[in-house]
């Protein structure tokens, strides 16, 4: 799901204020529409954040939750759930930080408060996300999936914050389980990607609009 808003949001990015209308008219320049992509291709790869490394911490410590080889080796340890929530909030500690350092970025108090809301579910849950279970929508496959992952387990009812866990049915390209948090997330993905491929306008920058219709960018 988190893939799919990010290419629906870079498609509205790459293809946002071109002038369709035109698009069969001899008024409509095709070199410079091609030119305006390439602008804005350049443009997502220009973009920066700060305090990446936050990011790369919290992806870090997110394969550690999730990987088997911890709950295979020490779970049935009397402190393995204690380690589980230090990872998860180590995790979500950091992805915070990260995207309260780039607040002014399109989307990420979005995605800020989405990871928030998740977070507080799973350190409740002693690092794991409960999901509600639906009949209809889960067969014996899809049971043994989510019993399997050690970041997720099928939720009985009486779990704790559980109005945060995965309870609302959403359907992309197949039936799925998503959280409230999910819901800013998605949206705050979107629009970040579709900021990525926009110019961003220096002081001193002026406007340039070609026969074509399309504007972009001149620097002094």
Known sequence: MI????????LWGFLRKIPYSRLFSGEFSWHKFT?????????????????LFLLILSF????????????????????????????????????LAFLYRNNRKPGMILI??????NGLAIV???GQMPVSYIEKLFD???IEKISNAP??????????????????????FGWNMISIGD??????????????????VRPGAKKVEHPGGIEYTKMR
């Open 112 to 117: 800020l408060a989405g990871s928030l809301l």
């Open 183 to 200: 819901i800013p997330i998605l949206a705050g993905i979107f629009l970040l990607a579709g900021y990525l491929p926009r110019r961003i």
């Open 60 to 95: 870090i410590f997110d394969i550690l939750r999730s990987q088997p080889f911890l709950s295979d080796r020490i779970g049935e340890t009397s402190w393995f759930p204690a380690l589980r929530i230090t990872l998860a909030i180590l995790q979500y500690g950091t992805m």
């Open 3 to 10: 893939l799919t808003a990010f290419i629906l949001g870079l």
């Open 151 to 172: 970041h997720y387990f099928i939720a009985t009812g009486g779990e704790p914050l559980m109005f945060l866990a995965d309870i609302i049915p959403f359907w992309i």
């Open 140 to 142: 014996p496959v899809a």
């Open 35 to 51: 030119r305006t992509l390439q602008r804005r291709f350049d443009s997502v790869f220009r973009k920066h954040f700060r305090w």
């Open 124 to 126: 409740a849950n002693s």
